[in-house]
T-cell receptor, first 113, second 109 residues
């Protein structure tokens, strides 16, 4: 079964450093998403991406965050200057139509020290 | 953005028990409804969509009450492998999915 792949599975960084989280969505999917989950909290929407542009973003997704689809297969989330509170599991997801089933990757656990 | 509320549990039940989870959503414009399952430290996975007429998939039954803005999930004949967190998820057309915090189920032998 096709799957969304995310790398790395764990990322440790120092506060103030830039991190890039990488995702390869399922190949025929058109909608891409980033969600995050702080330990013990709910899964929170960050951003959705369609047709090479952001279609929706939450209030969490401020100027420190950016997304890119650089080469037609990868989908990346960049955090420019990480804060302690950015520590969370970051999930990438993709879907065919945008309104139905999301396929999630296994996540990147980001720890900001 | 409006919220999705769930009883966090935990629900501790013996094998073979029937257990029901409830969820309420505050945005009356919500159009799509789902139950996802999340195992500890893993990604959410779709369990089932929820339709207005109610729907069943094996031991799992989902119900939607649009008037009360209420969704339920019933699990019959619980198995050890059903132990997980169950996430209620809603969205409006064309917007991202909004997740509840989840209800934790622990099935014991």
């Amino acid at each position: 079964e096709p799957e969304v792949t995310q790398t790395p599975s764990h990322q440790v960084t120092q506060m103030g450093q830039e991190v890039i989280l990488r995702c390869v969505p399922i190949s025929n999917h058109l909608y891409f998403y980033w969600y995050r989950q702080i330990l013990g909290q709910k899964v929170e929407f960050l951003v959705s991406f369609y047709n090479n542009e952001i279609s929706e973003k939450s209030e969490i997704f401020d100027d420190q965050f950016s997304v890119e689809r650089p080469d037609g297969s990868n989908f990346t989330l960049k955090i420019r200057s990480t804060k302690l509170e950015d520590s969370a599991m970051y999930f990438c997801a993709s879907s065919v139509t945008g309104d139905e089933k999301l396929f999630f990757g296994s996540g990147t656990q980001l720890s900001v020290l | 953005r409006k919220e999705v509320e769930q009883d966090p549990g935990p629900f501790n039940v013996p094998e073979g028990a029937t257990v029901a989870f409830n969820c309420t959503y505050s945005n009356s414009a919500s159009q799509s409804f789902f139950w996802y399952r999340q195992d500890c430290r893993k990604e959410p996975k779709l369990l089932m969509s929820v339709y207005s007429s109610g729907n069943e998939d094996g031991r799992f039954t989902a119900q939607l009450n649009r008037a009360s803005q209420y969704i339920s999930l019933l699990i019959r004949d619980s198995k050890l492998s059903d132990s997980a967190t169950y996430l209620c998820v809603v969205n409006q057309a064309g917007t991202a999915l909004i997740f509840g915090k989840g209800t934790t189920l622990s099935v014991s032998s």
